[in-house]
């Protein structure tokens, strides 16, 4: 089990939490060892005052009545006094003590100077157990007893609930403040990814204390200058493909006039692959995912689309679902489509047909499967084929079409999207795409 947390609002409500409770026990404490202070005093000058009214009592009586007055007399807990010929004090030893000491001398100087007790004798264990002797004119011996009982710091019957009480309500408190000073955070990291996916992501409101509305307008700035950044790479490859597609009309009109019949196919077959690698690029520049607005799609339903489009395309049925009746998530349709459409087609074209699966969602996370029987990626390359421009052409030649755009523009819609796809082999042959999609 995880102790410390890894979040900066845990760990701080944490830290917070112990330093509060470590300040609560450090005071309760002295609070303890006053009231247990305050208790003992308070019982030694109980003792003291009703020792000395007993003395007083037991001069002005009758000798034979004494012993019986002195058990009889009203004493705090814990103290009992008897008339005895002998102290009892001495047996119990005496001890040098500074407290036994002032008890001392504070009994001999009991009421008048004509009434005080001629000897006093006090020994014992200080707070534990003492036995005071104090001799009487007659000379008997009145012998106190004190066994104070243990002092009680917290007598009060509700201390605990208020404590309880006052705990929860500065935990509750803490947790709070905590909350709303790391709140900022979370925003910033939830802005973060969605500029990730949206360059044009609602920004983040400049408001709050000054630290946190500095970092939302330096954030701010810096999604600015990315939208304005990608906007103008966008225009400017958008006007260099149309300035292209002017010459290669040229060109194409110009080798019409080519006698040569070998040589104009293959002039025009060169301006073909020239037009083509222009649209994809400029397609690959445009990210369709970034401009289209979000919307609900049923996934399962764009599937069965995609394959309807593939096998009639083929003339017979090349792609195959294992779909559910509907599964909505929050996407992109027409970028949505176009990813997946890749990732269908590749598998059509490259490994004869694929099967398509959906399922879902797990832990917030939808997965279209796509696998067919093909000859395979290289290892090294299963990552590398989502570079643009990158062809395979051990095993993909470029007579199948193609400008190496199509899973690099996937990739680009789903990660936009939140997701991302992936290419592993399978055994004993073929490719497994599988695209993931926040639910």
């Known amino acids: 089990m995880r102790v410390w947390p890894r ?8 830290v917070l939490l112990l330093g509060l409770f470590a300040v609560q026990v450090v005071a309760l404490t002295i609070h303890a060892f006053d009231r247990i202070e305050i208790q003992r005093a308070q019982q030694a000058r109980e003792a ?3 020792t000395a009214a007993l003395w007083r009592t037991l001069v002005m009586s009758q000798p034979e009545r004494r012993d019986a007055i002195a058990r009889g007399f009203d004493l705090p807990e814990g103290v009992t006094a008897t008339v005895d010929a002998a102290p009892l ?13 002032r008890i001392a001398a504070g009994l001999s100087r009991l009421g008048p100077l004509h009434m005080r007790p001629r000897e006093v004798l006090v020994g014992g264990v200080p707070r534990r157990a003492i036995t005071v002797s104090l001799r009487l004119p007659e000379g008997a011996w009145l012998n106190v007893n004190a066994r104070p009982p243990p002092p009680r710091p917290w007598s009060a019957p509700g201390f605990l609930a208020a404590l309880g009480l006052m705990t929860v309500a500065v935990a509750a408190l803490s947790f709070w403040a905590v909350r709303r000073t790391t709140r900022p955070i979370s925003d910033l990291a939830a802005a973060a990814e969605r500029l990730g996916r949206d360059v044009n992501a609602p920004r983040l409101p ?3 204390p000054a630290e946190v509305a500095q970092a939302a307008a330096a954030f701010n700035t810096m999604a600015d200058r990315i939208g304005r950044f ?5 225009a400017m490859l958008a006007a260099v493909g149309h300035d292209l597609r002017t010459p ?3 060109l194409r009109l110009r080798a019409e006039f080519v006698e040569d019949d070998v040589q104009r196919a293959k ?10 690698m222009i649209a994809g690029t400029l397609a690959f520049a445009r990210d369709e995912a970034a401009t289209q607005p979000m919307g609900r799609v049923d996934l399962a339903e764009l599937l069965r689309t995609i394959a309807d489009e593939a096998n009639d395309v083929a003339g017979h049925e090349v792609v195959t679902l294992a779909v559910p009746p509907h599964l909505p998530v929050d996407a992109r349709p027409l970028a949505l489509k176009r990813a997946l459409g890749n990732l269908v087609r590749n598998a059509v074209v490259y490994g004869g047909g694929c099967r398509v699966t959906l399922s879902g969602p797990e832990q917030g996370i939808v997965r279209i499967a796509v696998a067919d029987e093909g000859p395979g990626i290289p290892e090294a390359e299963l990552e590398r084929v989502f570079q643009p421009f990158h062809r395979l052409e051990a095993s993909r030649n470029r007579e199948t079409g193609g400008t190496g755009l199509g899973l690099s523009i996937a990739r680009n819609i789903l990660r936009a999207h ?9 055994s004993p042959a073929g490719v497994m795409a599988t695209a993931t999609l926040p639910a």
Request: net charge negative; proline share 4%; no cysteine.
């Open 7 to 14: 979040s900066i609002a845990g760990r701080t409500f944490l």
């Open 48 to 50: 003291v005052g009703r």
């Open 89 to 101: 004090a001495p047996e119990r030893g005496l001890i040098t003590d500074p407290g036994i000491d």
């Open 206 to 208: 400049e408001t709050g």
């Open 230 to 234: 990608v906007a103008d790479r966008t």
């Open 248 to 250: 290669i009309t040229r």
């Open 267 to 276: 002039i025009l077959a060169d301006l073909d692959e020239m037009e083509a």
């Open 418 to 426: 939140g997701g991302d796809v992936t290419l592993a082999n399978r």
